[in-house]
């Protein structure tokens, strides 16, 4: 399959449903520094990366984080679910701040293969049901499709389905 451009020296959202897969994406395709993950930042304010309560001030780490990062030239990954605009349209900011290309990477995948990949892996969110959460995240990211190529990204990558996410490769564009 056709390799995925993403800017050398800009932003890259990673977008996609609890369970899709973004953490293993960004592991495979990108260095652990250039990866900035909201569940990261969750654990670094709230000792305890499942907090919710923790999501606000995790989300004011992770812009900040970006910020920086964009500031100094680095290529920046954000690895959270993304499913939200407001969220996406911060980041988007924040790299246009930067004049800097920001770029999406949508992982489509099923509801029920992240509910049944979270099952097999037996990660748990306090008490909301794990279905409850990925049918939130799926009907979030179903409404943010249409418009998505509108928000400011350059390039909007749609990795539709499993093989499709399993088959991609990135190269960084100078
Ligand atoms: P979250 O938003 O909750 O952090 P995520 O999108 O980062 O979720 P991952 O943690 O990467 O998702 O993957 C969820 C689970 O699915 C993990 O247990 C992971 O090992 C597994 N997984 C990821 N990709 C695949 C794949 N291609 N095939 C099978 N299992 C996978
Ligand atoms: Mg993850």
Known sequence: SRPLGVP???LVLLVGVSGSGKSTF???HFTPTEVVSSDTCRALVA???EDQSATPDAFDLLQHLVGIRLRRGLLTVVD???VQPDARAQLVALARGHDLLVDAIVLKVPARVAVDRHRASGRTFGRTPVERIVERHDRD???SLRGLRREGFRRVHV???VEEVEAATVVRER
């Open 8 to 10: 050398a020296a800009g």
């Open 26 to 28: 960004a592991a495979r």
């Open 141 to 143: 990211l179903r409404r």
């Open 80 to 82: 959270a679910t993304n």
């Open 47 to 49: 000792d305890d990366a």
């Open 159 to 161: 990795l539709d389905g």
